[in-house]
């Protein structure tokens, strides 16, 4: 075989191994663009915020933050942005190429450059995050005590069941078990043929829930029709969301259908985003009136639509607008104290069960049998 035949085909694998199509990786677990962190962001647009506000112009603003800035990645994004800038691309753009912000902060920083009011825009989505992390942090109070407390009480039951129970059942031997301590030793029994594959499928449950919005929809959805204050608390937080962000870009010079499509963004994973799309489109293309549209295609409350007919009669529509994102804000915080207070009645009971499963699976048997043992030892 000569040289120039081995190269060939040598040649040729190559050529089929680059034509070889890849698997398509699942979506579940797709490795998502890593947005930065929230309290990263608001120190950021304040502080640049105020050095607009200083006068000082904006590629040197987003130069002088980046400088020294412990996040790398941080800084990555800021120095492509200052290049884009010096290149005389628009503000927006050089934030939208870097992929590390959302439509919101693009339309946001669009707003403000095209009305030259850019340190008013940057003031205003430091205001917005920080709004968004006090109410985030709030929800993950809300469910991170019955996701520590729940499987700390769960492992302890299967613990007393595969453990402690058998020694108690081998102390008795010889001894007839009947009525509820048969019914312990029995299911004492079953746990220990189960609790392995019970365990993983929870924590495959788990994993799922985590990773697929898809069903934390599902189970959001559940909820809200099962508990009527995981309803109101939902539907306050998402209309909060929605119409302080339609303010924030509709008072800062965005159009109202271009401002009604990106707060959109900001409740993507929910029904409400489908919905605004629509109103948006009727809005714009149709003509209908946007207290109109937001009535037939959205499902916002009755209060929602009566002020947004106020604001287009009198021409006060952004005024309307903080006035109801502020009523949804505190009708959000009141029905999270309430959830709260729901969630630690939940939390309570299910702990009162299992411990109450411990207790009698444990020393049930010993207090029953203890006179029958002692008679037979004598």
């Not at 579940?28 to 929230?38: G, H, M, R, T, V």
């Not at 939208?96 to 902060?105: A, E, G, L």
């Not at 929910?270 to 809005?283: I, L």
Request: contains cysteine; charged residues 20%.
């Amino acid at each position: 075989m000569s040289e120039t035949t081995t190269i060939a085909r040598k040649s040729s694998r190559k050529v089929a191994k680059a034509g070889t199509k890849e698997k398509p990786q699942s979506t579940l677990f797709a490795k998502k663009n890593k947005l930065f962190k929230k309290k990263e962001l608001v120190q950021m647009f304040r502080s640049l915020a105020s050095m607009l506000r200083a006068q000082i112009n904006t590629a040197d603003a987003i130069k002088y933050y980046s400088h020294g800035h412990p996040n790398k990645e941080l800084v990555k994004a800021l120095d492509a942005i200052y290049t884009d800038v010096n290149k005389g691309v628009p503000i927006h753009d050089a934030f939208r190429n870097s992929k590390k912000f959302d439509d919101m902060t693009i339309g946001l920083v669009q707003a403000g450059g095209d009305a030259g009011q850019l340190d008013t825009a940057f003031a205003e989505l430091g205001k917005r995050i920080k709004s968004d992390m006090f109410f985030r942090k709030k929800v993950r109070k809300l469910i991170m005590m019955p996701c520590v407390v729940i499987p700390i009480l769960i492992g302890a039951f299967i613990g007393s069941q595969v453990k402690i129970v058998p020694q108690v059942e081998k102390m008795m031997v010889g001894i007839e078990a009947k009525g509820l301590v048969k019914l312990s030793f029995d299911v004492s029994h079953v746990v220990q043929k189960i609790w392995p594959m019970v365990v993983l499928g929870l924590l495959s449950i788990a994993i799922v829930i985590w990773k697929s919005d898809a069903v934390k929809n599902t189970i959001m959805n559940l909820a809200m029709a099962k508990f009527r204050v995981v309803k109101m608390m939902v539907m306050s937080l998402r209309q909060m969301t929605i119409l302080s962000t339609i303010k924030l870009l509709y008072s800062n010079g965005i159009n109202l259908a271009k401002s009604l499509r990106v707060s959109a963004n900001s409740v993507k994973t929910t029904p409400f985003y489908a919905e605004m799309n629509k109103a948006a489109d009727m809005y714009e293309k149709a003509g209908v009136p946007l207290s109109a549209a937001f009535a037939k295609y959205t499902s916002v409350d009755p209060q929602v639509v009566h002020m947004l007919a106020i604001g287009e009669r009198s021409a006060s529509l952004d005024t309307q607008l903080g006035m109801l994102s502020e009523m949804f804000e505190e009708d959000a915080e009141q029905l999270m104290d309430d959830f709260s207070q729901f969630i630690s009645l939940v939390v309570m009971v299910i702990a009162v069960v299992l411990i109450a499963a411990v207790f009698l699976g444990t020393f049930m048997p010993i207090f029953m049998m203890g006179p029958q043992m002692m008679q037979e030892a004598m």
